[in-house]
């Protein structure tokens, strides 16, 4: 952690005092400063806050932003670090200057958090010297990028070859989804990308998350796993059915597990207790992003999955719920981006109505995302699930899969269903469709290969 000086805290109170006195300020500082700028964590924290009150009600001051940071940090009263903010204001404070003042100081602390890492690695004997000066230089490269500035094409060039050859080196890696169908075609999950998995109620997306969830440490990769669906039991049950083979309804109702059962279960306790998933329940996006950023600052979030996008509230309020989900989507595009892990998030689509005139069940389209189209925008790759019921399902007019309605008729009754992978949207591939079959009872999912 690199220590700030006096005058750094100064301009940065000193900003938090121009916002909370001088509101009509808020956008212009906005644009300039983000609250990853600031380095005391304090002064970030009412930053955000004041920022925060000014978006529900167009206008901030000591007591109302006082009152949005106890929302945003429950127990963590900083009132008279507050009323010390806006006291340290006045009026010829010029915001431009104190916004640039700020910036200057986060590059400043950014160069010095590289250059101690360098001294650091000159130190030992096996590192790789030239692998921690490209990375360094890299990371110079970005302090300036990351304020706007402007790139020429020889650079952007030489980025993409020099990404293209980490990946090639196995220095980058994606986190495989755990079906092989799947991966085939989008080759894993990639860092700095956003994926929405959209299926409607009960089809099987929380089953897809843990899918992945538990996939991703057996190749090394430490998992945060935001539910705002479901509590720490429900969730357990489902990743405990899937870990010990153990039926889900069985474990809901324990008088119905055998010794056998429980022989599993225990099994599967001494396996994964260790193995590096972490859960958090809760559904405001702020924090959950705070969680993410502090879990990755630990080396412990490679990959983040959300369960699901439409539940998620903000401190903010707003008129339309497609607002909400148009902002929580940007939030997470641009978490994934700072972060550079890949986030799989889950949305709900709105249940498929019967074709008029032949009745025929139609193919989930990306359309059918509920409350906003920002999912589509913002989203790097778009997979649909869809699971047919009925003989007259569209899908079995695609090309290729006329035989699946034999399949889904083989497995009625036996606890498992037919279950499709529409890959609708993939930025840097083509799109798909991967078959499977799902396993309801145990939350798993097989590949079926064509």
Known sequence: MISQDVTERAAERMLCGIVIRRPDKAKEVREMV????????????????????????????????????????????????????????????????????????????????????????SMQKDADVSEAIEAARRRLSGIEKDHGGIISIGEVMYETLDYA????????????????????????FYPGELT???????????????????????????????????????????????????NATRIRDAKALTGSDWDAMGDALTAWSN?????????????????A??????????????????????????????????????????????LDIPIIALAQLVRPQPIKGSGDIPIPRISDLADSSALERDADVVILLHRPEFNNDTIFKQPGFGDDAEIMARLQGTGKRLLYWIV??????????????????HNRFTALER
């Open 275 to 291: 193995q590096p998933v972490h859960y958090m329940f809760d559904r405001n996006v702020e924090r959950i992003i705070a969680n």
């Open 165 to 188: 050859e980490r990946l090639a080196k196995g220095k980058i890696v994606p986190v495989m989804s755990g079906l092989a169908s799947l991966d085939k075609v989008t080759s894993g």
């Open 34 to 121: 983000s609250p990853d700028d600031f380095g005391d964590f304090v002064l970030r924290s009412i930053y955000v806050a004041a920022l925060s009150a000014i978006d529900k009600t167009g206008t901030t001051d000591v007591l109302a932003t006082s009152i949005e940071h106890g929302k945003l940090n429950a127990g963590n009263d900083q009132s008279l670090m507050i009323v010390e903010c806006a006291d340290a204001y006045t009026s010829a404070a010029l915001p431009a200057f104190y916004c640039e003042q700020v910036r200057e100081y986060a590059q400043r602390r950014a160069m010095r958090e590289i250059a101690d890492e360098l001294v650091e690695l």
């Open 196 to 246: 929405y998995i959209g299926a409607a109620p009960s089809v099987g997306k929380t089953a897809a998350a843990i899918m992945t969830s538990l996939a991703a440490p057996l190749q090394g990769k430490q998992v945060l796993f935001a539910s705002a669906e479901m509590d720490a039991k429900q969730l357990g049950q489902r990743v405990l059915s899937n870990t010990a083979g153990v």
């Open 293 to 338: 950023r502090r879990q990755r600052d630990k080396g412990a979030c490679d990959i983040l999955m959300v369960d699901y996008v439409q539940l998620l509230r903000t401190g903010t309020k707003y008129a339309q719920d497609r607002l909400r989900v148009e902002y929580i989507s940007h939030e997470l595009k641009e978490l994934a981006r700072a």
């Open 424 to 441: 609708a949207k993939q930025r840097m591939g083509p799109t798909a469709i991967c078959t499977s079959i799902f396993d309801g009872a």
